[in-house]
């Protein structure tokens, strides 16, 4: 993920104005207008709070585990985490309008967790203490390193390819978040010009 | 286009120069005929285009899918493909479903296009690069293809006249391969860049250069410098990189000799067979549908490479059955785009430091220019030609830090300095590499589409191959750990730099084109776009198309003061 992505913006973008032009019969396909919602000024950063939220995609035993997952990831500190950002519901409304296959990915990774749980546990992921939760991912978070004493190669840990899947989803739903560049430390600015680069003398960079 | 009812002409007025398309080259067609007192119609198939639709400076959190929107994809199954085309601004780019084209099985290829006033220029990566005689007198040494029919020395001072006018940035090098031009203060690098560029001219003696771009580091010509906020391709409210609504365009409806029509879908070149002119164009309104004739002393196809050829394979006449301008059969052949997909990444990790959300966005990176097949370097003994690398260097927040919780968080602010470049090969010139009519399809106006087919080679194969091999060595050079290394070929159509299609030559026989863009065929009818190219180069194409552009306007015009049209 770039940090372009992520970006910077400011005071302009809610002047921008809704300029629509006509909109004539039969011209587009899907009869939309040309701009873009961003084009025509729309501003959804608060629709995912809005009051009487349900998810469109997850069931609720999904919906609470990846809440708790979140948790779990991008915990609360000095800063809001993951659950505060609503990360799962950032993550519900890209799914239910994704393809099939990116749908099954996520709920197949998803799934993958509550397996290992009850295989361990014998309970499902949301459900376990705190601390066989934090046992659980640690064993998920680190690949299983190669010998290098019989030089044996890293073998395919899917567990761990499931976890860093689920978490780049949550990270990536809790960067993009207003909460998440307010981490990031932007200080809501959309310039910082002009751009000096290095200013250091040789043998000196940082 | 026999079959469509043609309705009664709105348009009484002969123009001197019809114009089809505002892009890049367009932009400056209409700008410099308009202000040698010509009276010129500019055609552009999409609708105008505002500042108050620019989105630069809206944070992602904003939109519905935080630029990450899976809708896109219903209509723009193909514009997706290109990194410019975002949740922000996708209407600019065209809806798939009403633009089709077809490939062979087995020859993807992905065309992203824009239908607005400006096209792609408002997207464009704005990397601006002068071609040498390395390039254009390329077969003369290496015996590979065609020579251009023009040197550097014929289209070095247009390259002034576009680079003092645009604004280039950029630092002199005095490379063999990449001839300095006219440029604005360069932007900076970064400390990186820095040890990049010391220890690569050390190690290997290759030149790590600033990018050269088409934005401006200081107030030029009306327009303000920029203001690093970063992601261009969403539109300049200071218009401090060149997209042509904002300049070219402007200039030329303000000089008074020049009608704007958008939404103006053209169709066809109408020719007055008797004398073997051309006498306008047809366009389809875009809107209504509506079919009208445009008529004008001459005809400037600078519509995009592959959409100017395709408006004359569709110009069939009985004098011409395989398209106008086709009598030496090479129209829609010799198509290239560069070829990408060779590179490598890394870390460097003796720059400490920390990311910082609140730096200038710098909207440029470094360019190493051709060093393989050079006059100094000599032959290589497994391909010809050669690639540049466009790169950069940068802190930047550590998203793919290991773990979770409270110390991955952290770890994703602490950050990690990030460094990677990627090549830009050069496409051969071949025959077989062609675009044709599908005779079987059409796009939403009723105009037939095009069949491309087009494969990268061997050739494009190994220096992609190479261009991982040498991007890992110069990583490693600089310092770079954990080294990833690219040597694929993405598909044809990837760079976004098509290119050929309408070749000049002196010989009309073999090419389109002659050395002013002028059909060899049809004396007033003239494609001034990539469209023209004999060989690609491996530099970034625009810088030139609209150079050999306002070089083939100046003999243009020169031909209408003779009373030569």
Known sequence: ?206 | MSGIYMLQDPLAQTYDVIVVGSGATGGWAAKQMAEAGLKVALLEAGRAVSPKEFTEHMPAYKLKYRDHSPEIARTRPVQKQCYACMEYNYEWFVNDLENPYSTPQGKPFTWQRLRILGGRSLVWGRQSYRMSDNDFKAASRDGYGDDWPISYADVAPYYDIVEKYVGITGAAEGNEMLPDGQFLPPMKMSCGEILMRERVKAKFGRTVTIGRAAVLTENHNGRLGCHYCGPCERGCSTFSYFSSPFTTVKDAVASGNCTLITNAVVSHVDMDNATNKARGVTYVDRLTRQVKEVKGKSVILCAQALESTRILLNSSTREYPNGLGNTSGALGHYLMDHVVGGGASGKLPELKGKANANEPARPNGIYIPRFRNTPSSGKHSRFIRGYGFQGGADMDFNFGAEGYGAQFKNAVKEGEYQISMGGFGESLARWDNFVEIDKDLKDAWGIPALRISMTHGENEAALMEDAGVTAAEMLEATGAKDIKVQANMEIPGMAIHELGTARMGTDPKKSVLNTFNQTHDVKNVFVMDGASFVSSACQNPTLSMMAITVRACANLIDRFHKGDV
């Open chain 1, 1 to 206: 993920m770039k940090r372009r992505e992520l970006l910077k913006a400011g005071a302009f973008a809610g002047a921008v104005a809704a300029l629509r032009p006509p909109r004539v019969a039969g011209q587009d396909t899907k009869g939309s207008s040309e701009l873009t919602p961003a084009q025509s000024g729309v501003d959804a950063s608060n629709d995912l709070a809005a009051p009487g939220w349900k998810p469109k995609f997850f069931d609720e035993h999904q919906n609470e585990t990846l809440i708790v997952l979140s948790d779990l990831i991008i915990p609360a500190t000095d800063t809001p985490g993951a659950k505060e950002a609503l990360a799962n519901r950032y993550i519900d409304l890209v799914l239910a309008a994704e393809k099939p296959e990116a749908q099954k990915a996520f709920l197949n990774s998803l799934s993958f967790l509550d397996g290992e749980s009850m295989r361990r546990y014998k309970t499902a992921f949301r459900y376990l203490k705190r601390e066989d939760q934090d046992d659980l991912l640690h064993a998920l978070a680190y690949p299983k390193a190669g010998s290098g004493w019989t030089g044996e190669a890293p073998m395919a840990d899917p567990g761990h390819t499931h976890f860093e899947f689920l978490k780049q989803q949550i990270a990536r739903a809790y960067y993009s978040s207003q909460a998440g560049e307010r981490e990031l430390g932007w200080d809501g600015a959309f310039a910082h010009g002009p751009y000096k680069g290095c200013e250091h003398g040789e043998g000196s960079h940082k």
